[in-house]
């Protein structure tokens, strides 16, 4: 009898616990998904029957005639946004509301973690975005171009050394190295070269730290997701430890080093460490980096005295350590799909290579900011790759007020969210939206050309997020971008090899975006 019992108490544990959760938004009247037990709708990662980005796509479009859909990841409730004036009244009009991204890692077992700009939450997430804003305005990217042009510069010109006429590369293996010699650079002040040496421990500790493959990782990952209690026991960490110190040492030792022997720099640690003293030189009417460039929301990111955050050197490791997280791949994997794009439509490849050229005689072979920024077809040709590849395929915000999204069609119930409730913006799915693009599978760049970019339906193209809490970096990212993209087209045709899958299939082991069989690109030199 007691058996019995103790097997029925069971039996209702695990109904309370994994089966009565996943009805969470059919009570609430809101159509949702078909979850699994356990797994929620994380069961084609699980078993690797859908990329990320498919994933997205297909929630997104389960119920094409709602405002919202709720789908699960694992036995967590999450309220995908799927219209755009709703995106734009949750992340703007009513952001504080929505202030916070998911907790992910519990502030104690990875502090470095926690400290950075993704993961602060409330009061202590505003005032370090507006103490870090004025280190990524425009005019600060200016006055950081040098040191990321030499490094795209020093890209090219490692393959037109070579003496092949056409050089086959696998493009995410390439573009990993060259975005991590750009932040090497730029916001660590170390040079290196991951082309030259592919083997030194800075390449060696990004990949590491950014490396989500493998049974154990994907097993710390899910357990930081699904079971937060037993993560918080177990202390586990989001970034490996090994390379977290040795990232926190570089950043302290050249602190130290600039402390003592006053060494400026252009570069990020520079600004952040102006920024420390309280530093801020603005350029007026500098260029903006191009249409993708999220704009800063001034009324909550400019900081009065009070508000000022001291940088400590734990706190600048933080956002240096973001800001690498964040940049090597995802700088990387827009780069792959642009080129991509560029290499299987060789039109429009063409006529981005000949305003290069033409930018490249006016400015007598020397590329500047200015320069760079000036020329359209580029800047609509990465808007286009942005829009059809997101960097990012969705991104959360979690509730910190309750709040009641009103219904609006009839069919719709007042949807109450209370703090802790998890949202997502689902950009896949609305940049490939057919209300919003015609013919959205296309890579057009026309979309985004003087004449057209005004039609576009405001909050269906965010490609860097929504609302004050954007991405901080969207002008580093498309700058990193743009000067690679100019110093490969001016000496090299874009080919796609027999190895380059087309049409291309999305990696279905990994929870990055990113091809399955690779980015097989031939580079063909050109003759002179």
Not at 92 to 99: E, P, Y
Not at 148 to 166: C, G, R, V
Not at 298 to 310: D, I, L, R
Not at 346 to 351: A, G, K, T
């Amino acid at each position: 009898m007691i058996w019995l019992l103790a097997a029925g108490v069971l039996a209702f544990l695990f109904w309370y616990s994994f089966i009565w959760p996943l009805n969470h938004f059919t009570r609430m009247g809101v159509k949702q998904t078909k979850p699994w037990p356990l797994l929620g709708d994380q069961w084609s990662f699980v078993f690797k029957l859908k990329s990320v980005t498919e994933f997205v796509s297909s929630i997104y479009n389960m119920h094409p005639d709602t405002r919202y859909t709720g789908l699960y990841q694992f036995v967590t409730p999450v309220l995908m946004l799927r219209d755009p004036e709703l995106i734009r009244q949750i992340t703007v009009k009513d952001f504080d509301h929505f202030t916070d991204h998911r907790k992910f890692v519990e502030p104690e077992s990875d502090p470095i973690w926690a400290g950075s700009l993704f993961a602060l939450r409330g009061t202590k997430w505003r005032e370090m975005r507006a103490t870090l804003s004025g280190s990524f305005t425009s005019s600060k990217m200016k006055h950081m171009f040098d040191v990321i042009n030499e490094t795209a510069e020093n890209f090219s010109e490692y393959f037109a050394n070579q003496s092949e006429k056409l050089i086959e590369i696998e493009l995410k293996n390439m573009f990993t190295k060259y975005a991590t010699d750009v932040i090497a650079t730029s916001a660590f002040g170390i040079q290196v070269n991951s082309l030259t040496d592919p083997k030194n421990t800075f390449y060696s500790m990004g990949h590491e730290i950014t490396d989500f493959s493998g049974f154990v990782n994907k097993a710390r990952f899910i357990t930081l997701a699904t079971l937060p209690a037993l993560a918080k026991y177990l202390k586990l960490t989001l970034f490996a430890q090994n390379p977290v110190r040795y990232f926190r040492d570089i950043i302290h030792d050249t602190i130290k080093v600039r402390i003592q022997k006053s060494i400026v720099r252009k570069d990020m640690l520079n600004l952040l460490l102006d920024t420390r003293k309280g530093i801020s030189h603005e350029e007026d009417g500098v260029i903006e980096t191009g249409f993708a460039t999220v704009k800063e929301f001034s009324s909550t990111n400019k900081p009065k005295a009070k508000e000022f955050k001291y940088l400590s050197d734990d706190d600048i490791t933080a956002q240096a350590l973001i800001f690498f997280f964040a940049g090597f791949d995802t700088v990387s994997t827009s780069a792959c799909f642009v080129t991509y794009e560029l290499a299987i439509n060789p039109d429009i490849q063409q006529r981005l290579r000949e305003e290069i050229i033409e930018t490249h005689k006016a400015n007598n072979g020397k590329l500047s900011y200015d320069a760079l920024l000036k020329m359209k077809y580029m800047d609509m040709v990465l808007s286009e790759a942005l829009r059809k590849w997101p960097p990012v395929p969705s991104i959360d915000r979690e509730c910190t007020k309750s709040y009641t999204i009103q219904p609006v069609h009839p069919d719709e119930k007042p949807v109450h969210l209370k703090p802790g409730d998890v949202l997502t913006l689902p950009m896949m799915g609305l940049h490939r939206d057919p209300r919003f693009y015609e013919n959205p599978e296309k890579f057009d760049p026309e979309r985004f050309s003087d004449e057209n970019r005004d039609k576009i339906v405001p909050y269906t193209y965010i490609p860097f997020g929504s609302g004050p809490r954007n991405c901080i970096g969207s002008r580093f990212a498309i700058l990193e971008t743009k000067a690679l993209l100019y110093h490969l087209l001016l000496n090299f045709k874009i080919e796609p090899t027999k190895r380059l899958t087309m049409p291309l299939k999305l990696c279905r082991k990994t929870f990055q975006n990113t091809a399955a069989d690779g980015f097989w690109i031939g580079l063909r030199k050109i003759e002179n």
